[in-house]
T-cell receptor, first 114, second 111 residues
Framework: AQSVTQPDIHITVSEGASLELRCNYS??????LFWYVQSPGQGLQLLLK??????LVQGIKGFEAEFKRSQSSFNLRKPSVHWSDAAEYFC????????????FGKGTHLIIQP | EAGVTQSPTHLIKTRGQQATLRCSPI?????VYWYQQALGLGLQFLLW???????NRGNFPPRFSGRQFPNYSSELNVNALELEDSALYLC??????????FGPGTRLTVL
């Protein structure tokens, strides 16, 4: 069965500092990988996705992620965070074709210090 | 382009009642997914509808059901509500199983 681990429940970063959120997955086949962001009481917004090809993918709001098959990881990065980046971040894995829905990690709560 | 819409925003029911939640996908998307986000349990896959058919369901009892209409909109029905059904229910749509785009959710409270 597939699973996603986000080892950090909370992360606190100073505004302007760099950010890396960790994600490890377990999946039997070649996965589709996603990062979503959720503000309090809101739905999920897709930040970026990896289907195949270049292992470094660019997303919206200045985020990027790198797929490392050997480490089963898909870490999210941003070179300089803004106060508006404070939110809950979810990593997710899914099958090609969407058959099983997405399996989400528990999320990482990002706090931005002024 | 309009995103995924869900109604109602909030829904309050009592234990044993039935709840109906609605979702309209992005135009051109034929797949609708339902997820439950309950406190302490995270985001869990509930149901997948594609081209009007239920294609897959997650580990939820049969009292969670739904359907997809010819215009690809969908409704989720939860029968015999229990207190632990209180959660944010999220709908997502996709085209051909690619990335899923989520709606704002329906907050269901069971008293």
């Amino acid at each position: 069965a597939q699973s996603v681990t986000q080892p950090d429940i909370h992360i606190t970063v100073s505004e302007g500092a760099s950010l890396e959120l960790r994600c490890n997955y377990s999946y039997g086949a070649t996965p589709y990988l996603f990062w979503y962001v959720q503000s309090p009481g809101q739905g999920l917004q897709l930040l970026l996705k990896y289907f195949s090809g270049d292992t470094l993918v660019q997303g919206i709001k200045g985020f990027e992620a790198e797929f490392k098959r050997s480490q089963s990881s898909f870490n999210l990065r941003k070179p300089s965070v803004h106060w508006s980046d404070a939110a809950e971040y979810f990593c997710a894995v899914g099958a090609r074709g969407g058959a099983d829905g997405l399996t989400f990690g528990k999320g990482t709560h990002l706090i931005i210090q002024p | 382009e309009a995103g995924v819409t869900q109604s109602p925003t909030h829904l309050i029911k009592t234990r044993g009642q039935q709840a109906t939640l609605r979702c309209s996908p992005i135009s051109g998307h034929t797949s609708v997914y339902w997820y439950q986000q309950a406190l302490g349990l995270g985001l869990q896959f509930l149901l997948w509808y594609d081209e009007g058919e239920e294609r897959n369901r997650g580990n939820f009892p049969p009292r969670f059901s739904g359907r997809q209409f010819p215009n690809y909109s969908s409704e989720l029905n939860v029968n015999a509500l229990e207190l632990e059904d209180s959660a944010l229910y999220l709908c997502a749509s996709s085209y051909r199983g690619l990335e899923q785009f989520f709606g704002p959710g329906t907050r269901l409270t069971v008293l």
